[in-house]
Each structure stands twice: as C-alpha cells, then as structure tokens.
C-alpha cells in the first residue's frame, strides 16, 4: 500500500490522549494535519471508529497510517508512516496533562492542557 500527499500541512503537533497512546502503542501520537484531497491511497487500509474519528491502519503490518473525522475536510497522517518528516516539526503538544511523566515538554512547543482552543 501507498500513500502520496501533496502540499504542506496546516498544522503539526503530538497528542497525549489515551486513544491516540493505544492506537499507536507509544507514549504519544505524532500527527500533520492536511486536506483530505491531499492525500491518494494506493491500496486498501482498514479502519477502526472511536466517535467520530476513524483511525486507518495497514492490514498487512498493523502500523497506524491517518484518521478522518466525520464532517471534517482534513486528514490527520501519522509522522511515523511518512517516508521524510525532516521539516514537519511539532509546534503544539496535546492532551498533556496525560503525557507521561518522565517525558519533558517538546522545547518551544505549545503546550494544551486538552485540545487545542
Ligand atoms: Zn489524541
């Protein structure tokens, strides 16, 4: 399976929450968001809902790829399945108040109790 983007993404941060730890078995989930015509899949993912968001995955390898969220043009990708994430720095952290605690603050990154205002 492929995935191909194109353009820049609007934002880019880390989320805390319990979801986002359990859908990627991390400490944190690193995420670019980006319009959904943005992005073209080569190749089936399947997908799993926690309320409105739909979080897709590789069948083959189970690696966590991007969630849509009902009612929402964007795609969030995950930094892991992208091939160079030299210059999509985080400005942002999420949900912090669940990071753990032997993890600092990201240097310079906002930082959200919850999500973002
Ligand atoms: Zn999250």
Same mark, same amino acid.
């Given at each position: 399976? &492929?995935?191909?983007?194109?353009?820049?993404?609007?934002?880019?941060? /880390?989320?805390?929450? $319990?979801?986002? $730890? $359990?859908?990627?078995?991390? %400490? =944190?989930?690193?995420?670019?968001? =980006?319009?959904?015509?943005?992005?073209?899949?080569?190749?089936? &993912? $399947?997908?799993?809902?926690?309320?409105?968001?739909?979080?897709?995955?590789?069948?083959?390898?189970?690696?966590?790829?991007?969630?849509?969220?009902?009612?929402? %043009? !964007?795609?969030?990708?995950?930094?892991?399945?992208?091939?160079?994430?030299?210059?999509?720095?985080?400005?942002?952290?999420?949900?912090?108040? #669940?990071?753990?605690?032997?993890? !600092?603050? /990201? %240097?310079?990154?906002?930082?959200?109790? #919850?999500?973002?205002?």
């Amino acid at each position: 399976m &492929t995935l191909r983007l194109d353009g820049d993404p609007s934002e880019v941060g /880390l989320c805390h929450c $319990r979801t986002c $730890r $359990r859908e990627t078995g991390g %400490p =944190f989930m690193a995420y670019a968001v =980006f319009p959904r015509a943005a992005l073209t899949v080569v190749g089936e &993912t $399947r997908s799993w809902i926690e309320t409105t968001d739909h979080r897709h995955f590789c069948p083959r390898c189970g690696s966590p790829l991007f969630a849509t969220m009902d009612g929402d %043009p !964007a795609v969030e990708m995950r930094l892991g399945c992208l091939d160079d994430t030299s210059d999509l720095t985080p400005a942002f952290e999420i949900w912090v108040d #669940r990071r753990a605690p032997w993890l !600092a603050p /990201l %240097p310079g990154a906002a930082q959200h109790k #919850r999500n973002l205002p």
